[in-house]
């Protein structure tokens, strides 16, 4: 008889077309694989076509906490992979099959720098940590808060947050030399822990009129989003339409306050474009390299994003695009390939 396929359960939030591309890729390399999933995030409207879907998908508003425990209990799952510790359910699962069944904690917490953050922090490990065999993280910013939260090394895994590098290399790939557009590009919502006021005000300050600055997102700012020469709003757009956003390149900027790690970092990083991030960006730590990529900016400084912004507006594009060939070369490192060889890696590391 052919052997079985490996069932891995996925208690999961908020579904985003990055982290669906690696469980499908992961299904595709032989896994059976079952998604509890909440509704996207109304900023955030992803909008996903399951015809011919490799995954089951379940939503998670038809499951009480009896019928999550009988689903789960009904697939009988060879490991299962928790988003975080927001659904308490989650959590009193993965509590109830430990330690039949191995039970890994995806999470994207940076170590704290304030009180309330440790005490936070400390609260985690009292209450969460005997819920998981295994933390599985975006990258380096995260790793000490697990190892905190008493995860030993070999317990810990990175790359969870893993852009669909094969759809953005492709622009990076297909563009003629030279033909580097003049352009900033936003992609996220609009929100103000984003930073997008601050962008916007530095994009003001510039003089470089054939420069321009496209945003594409929505949420609560949306509204008061402001008009000037250069500026141009999109509104949300979906993974399939992108192709128009970034074929012709530009430079990403991604202004937030706050960001435990930021995927988009990666997608366009795949997609050969120079980087321009704030240092509190946890992707920023994988795929930019001060001075070579990109360049790094402190977080709510109007003033260091306009310098970074017009260094950018100085540089040839000769420059622009080899900066462009450094970022995609980064982003190779990570994949949904390597994405699902981690997730194998954890079922073999589960076994006795």
Same mark, same amino acid.
């Given at each position: 008889?052919?052997?079985t396929?490996? %069932?891995?359960?996925?208690?999961? $939030?908020e ?8 469980m #499908?890729?992961? =299904? ?9 999933a ?9 909008d ?6 490799l ?6 508003? +038809? ?8 689903e789960?209990?009904?697939? +009988?799952?060879?490991l299962?992979?928790c988003?975080?510790w927001?659904?308490?359910?989650y959590?009193a699962l993965c509590?109830?099959?430990? @330690?039949?069944?191995?039970?890994v904690?995806a999470? +994207?917490?940076?170590? @704290?720098? $304030?009180?309330?953050?440790?005490? =936070?922090?400390l609260r ?5 940590k005997?819920?998981?065999?295994? =933390? ?10 697990? !190892? ?20 953005? *290399? %492709?622009f990076?790939?297909?563009? @003629?030399e030279? *033909? ?8 996220? %919502? ?16 510039l003089?470089? @009129?054939?420069? #321009? ?10 509204? !008061? %989003?402001? !008009? ?16 128009t956003?970034? =074929? ?5 900027v991604?202004? &937030?306050?706050?960001?435990p790690?930021?995927?988009a970092?990666?997608?366009?990083a795949?997609a ?6 704030? /240092?509190?960006?946890?992707a920023? &730590?994988?795929?930019?390299?001060e001075?070579? /990529?990109?360049?790094?900016v ?7 994003l306009?310098s970074?912004?017009?260094?950018? $507006?100085e540089?040839?594009?000769? !420059?622009?695009e ?5 970022s995609a070369?980064a ?13 194998f +890696? ?7």
């Open positions: 008889m052919p052997p396929k490996p %069932r891995i359960v996925f208690p999961y $939030t579904l985003a077309g990055y982290i669906r591309a690696c #499908e890729h992961l =299904a595709a390399e032989g896994a059976e694989v079952h998604v509890f909440f509704p996207v995030n109304a900023e955030a409207p992803f996903f076509d399951t015809a011919g879907a995954c089951r998908y379940l939503p998670r508003r +038809d499951y009480d906490f009896a019928a999550l425990r009988d789960v209990a009904r697939i +009988d799952p060879d299962v992979v988003s975080g927001i659904d308490p359910d959590v509590r109830s099959l430990r @330690p039949k069944v191995p039970t904690l999470l +994207d917490n940076q170590y @704290p720098t $304030t009180l309330r953050g440790k005490l =936070a922090l985690a490990k009292v209450r969460f005997s819920a998981f065999d295994f =933390a599985w993280v975006p990258g380096s910013p995260q790793v000490a808060y697990v !190892e905190a939260m008493g995860f030993r090394k070999e317990e810990n895994f990175t790359g969870f947050y893993t852009a669909d590098t094969d759809h953005f *290399s %492709r990076y790939k297909a563009r @003629p030279g *033909s580097f557009a003049k352009r900033f590009l936003y992609f996220g %919502r609009y929100l103000d822990f984003k930073g997008v006021r601050e962008l916007w005000e530095a994009f003001g300050r003089d470089a @009129p054939d420069w #321009e600055l496209w945003c594409a997102g929505t949420g609560a700012l949306y509204d !008061e %989003r402001p !008009e000037m020469p250069g500026l141009r709003h999109f509104g949300f757009v979906q993974p399939a339409d992108l192709d956003f970034v =074929a012709e390149g530009g430079v990403f991604l202004p &937030s306050i706050r960001e790690w930021g995927v970092v990666h997608e366009f795949a050969g474009l120079p980087l321009i991030c704030t /240092n509190v960006t946890g920023a &730590s994988a795929f930019l390299e001075g070579k /990529n990109g360049i790094l402190p977080p709510a400084d109007v003033g260091a306009y970074a912004m017009k260094t950018m $507006t540089k040839p594009i000769s !420059e622009l080899s900066m462009g060939k450094l070369e982003a190779a490192e990570l994949s949904k390939e390597k994405w699902a060889e981690t997730a +890696d954890i079922l073999k590391t589960s076994k006795p």
